[in-house]
């Protein structure tokens, strides 16, 4: 730790190379490597969950309650787990708070057309995306169909080379003048925003009874492969997701692409985090929530009771004794986010000292919100100055941030609803930019740089 008079946040790569040079460097990317099976694997908020749950599971992570380490998964969309720590719970807990869900693409409940010789499933977007961003790219299908039996069908399209994937095809360049003239809110509408499907007519017997032959087709081979009809897209959860996998970006592989690192970055640094502190002094936690892109409202969101159903839960089976407003108010959180990167293109909608750099770590925002603060939960000096110190007594690059210039926009994280349990909360994640598009960048050192921060602080 230095003791400068000026203070300017440190680089990453020169903090580690300076420190443990190759084999440092090693580490970097082998833990760059298994996010990227990660983030290709986990493309929706149930594949999430699962993977969460089953590294939980191998780690010995226990149902029951009185275990001293164990978990509960809210319908396969949420998940909280904690492990006991050397001091009693009334000591406060050290957790991690993160989301699940990204931006996407939902199938509407009743999806399937056919017009001008193609089958379509229409879409209802899911979060805040930049709608022309998801035209004529490959995407992928994954989700989960409830048939009328109670039987689940799981599917996954697109994902494998050998299978099709789907996708939204553009307006071209030849037509497009009337809507180049739009502002880009009115030219691309949300439902155009339909998937292509498909285009094979059913066989002539089927042709002669049927008015839309190529959607009856597709119905065919779904009823074919997957023993589902019309109405089971009715109980179902589809979603149109990017197709392919995460990749490492930039010839020093220095950058990680991929879609859904807001906020599965943050899931995957916080849960090898969780996982990598056995013995901690505090109890340490996680929690997954769902629904954040959409206001986290909902039963597997961070609006919901789950958290205190769970804390209710461990306090009773832990330490009876201690009140649970008790531990609550004693305790330390981390509302696990990324935040919006320095765009080297557009560098005018940052104020640049204090806007997040790519490679400098994982950056505290003190508050979130937009105009004037508004919506934030701002967490309070004296726990960033802790943080602060606990950080660098260990040598980990960190950095902070605001989401833009003031009046700029803005947006929102869980941070506000941990902070209604009075317990002490602020917001730290690796920057990210083209933020919300089917292929996010982070930065490969910043992973680690989080994770050892994330470490850290269950250390603590
Ligand atoms: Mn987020
Ligand atoms: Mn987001």
New binding site residues.
């Given amino acids: 730790m230095t003791h400068e008079t000026a203070y300017a946040p440190q680089n990453a790569w020169k903090t580690y190379t300076q420190q443990e040079e190759n084999n440092q460097g090693k580490d970097i990317f082998a833990l760059a490597r298994r996010y990227l099976d990660f983030l290709s694997q986990c493309k929706t908020e149930r594949e999430t969950i699962a993977y969460v749950q089953k590294k939980l599971t191998e780690a010995g992570f226990s149902l029951d309650f009185s275990q001293n380490a164990a978990m509960r998964p809210l319908r396969g969309k949420a998940i909280f787990a904690a492990r006991k720590g050397r001091l009693p719970l009334g000591q406060g807990i050290h957790l991690i708070a993160?989301?699940v869900d990204t931006p996407r693409l939902d199938l509407k409940q009743r999806p399937l057309i056919e017009q001008a010789q193609v089958a379509q499933a229409k879409t209802h977007y899911y979060g805040g995306i930049r709608k022309y961003q998801w035209l004529a790219r490959p995407l992928a299908l994954h989700g989960v169909l409830i048939r009328e039996d109670g039987e689940t069908v799981r599917l996954t399209l697109g994902e494998n080379p050998h299978e099709p994937v789907f996708t939204i095809a553009d307006l071209l360049p030849h037509l497009a003048q009337k809507q180049n003239t739009r502002t880009v809110a009115e030219a691309f509408e949300a439902e155009k925003l339909n998937l292509l499907m498909g285009h094979c007519p059913a066989s002539p017997a089927g042709e002669e009874k049927c008015q839309e032959p190529i959607k009856s087709q597709i119905l065919q081979l779904l009823a074919d492969k997957y023993h589902i009809c019309e109405e089971d897209f009715i109980s179902a959860e589809l979603q149109a997701v990017p197709a392919g996998p995460a990749r490492f970006v930039g010839l020093d592989k220095g950058l990680i692409g991929g879609y859904g690192q807001?906020?599965r970055i943050?899931v995957f640094t916080a849960l090898e985090a969780f996982l990598n502190v056995q013995e901690p002094e505090h109890a340490t936690a996680i929690i997954f929530w769902d629904k954040?892109?959409i206001g986290s409202e909902g039963a597997t969101g961070a609006a919901s009771r789950f958290f205190n159903y769970c804390m209710e839960d461990l306090s009773s089976a832990w330490e009876p004794q201690t009140r649970l407003s008790h531990v609550l108010l004693s305790s330390m959180a981390l509302s696990a986010?990324?935040q919006a990167a320095l765009d080297p293109d557009y560098q005018d909608v940052h104020e640049k000292q204090n806007a997040a750099l790519l490679g400098h770590g994982p950056c505290f925002s003190k508050f979130t919100g937009s105009r004037g603060k508004y919506g934030a939960s701002e967490a309070d000096a004296e726990y960033l100055g802790w943080l602060r110190s606990l950080f660098n007594a260990q040598n980990i690059p960190w950095q902070i941030a605001e989401c833009g210039k003031v009046d700029q926009g803005g947006?929102g994280?869980v941070a506000l609803f941990l902070a209604a349990y009075g317990l002490r909360v602020i917001d730290i994640?690796p920057a990210v930019l083209s933020?919300h598009s089917p292929f996010e960048i982070s930065s490969t050192v910043d992973l680690y740089a989080t994770t050892q921060a994330y470490t850290t602080f269950y250390k603590a």
């Fill in positions: 993160a989301h807001d906020d943050c954040e892109e986010d990324v947006g994280t994640g933020m």
